[in-house]
């Protein structure tokens, strides 16, 4: 495995896999959630213990798996987001992006901390929004670069 270029931007091929792996987890463990939810509010006779169990496992599996897509976002705010900003690259995506990673934050930690029901509904609905919009962004995004593919270093 070789390491990046020095301009930063590019991220090297294990960190690529690790911020696709977890971003596809926790669209899926967010998906199956959103699935599961609305299948027990549109139809009654659905929800039952064990719809809210599997709801209950599935939801603690996206919350570990959010603690790590944290740390590996964090990880692409000391070179790829400064060098993507610096050189011009994609910079609506990247930028949606970042802002969608911190509501996404913020609308989380709201659900565990929100001091009443109607803030932490409203919170649901934010976050549920913006992983929605973020899994566009972040697909467009990557996609992007897949379009335009830039000159490997040797």
Known sequence: MSAPPENGARIGAAHRRALKATGVLLALTGGVWMLAHYAGVLSPQIDGPALRSVMHAVLIGHGVIAYGAAILFGTLLA???????????KPWSGIAGLALAALLIVSAL??????????????????????????????????????????RRR
């Open 79 to 89: 070179r790829h987001i400064p060098a993507g900003l610096r050189r011009k690259k």
């Open 110 to 151: 709201l659900l565990y901390y929100a001091p009443n029901r109607e803030l932490h509904d409203m919170a649901s609905l934010a976050h549920q929004g913006f992983g929605v919009f973020a899994a566009a962004i972040v697909w467009r995004h990557v996609a992007a670069r897949k379009r335009r593919p830039e000159r």
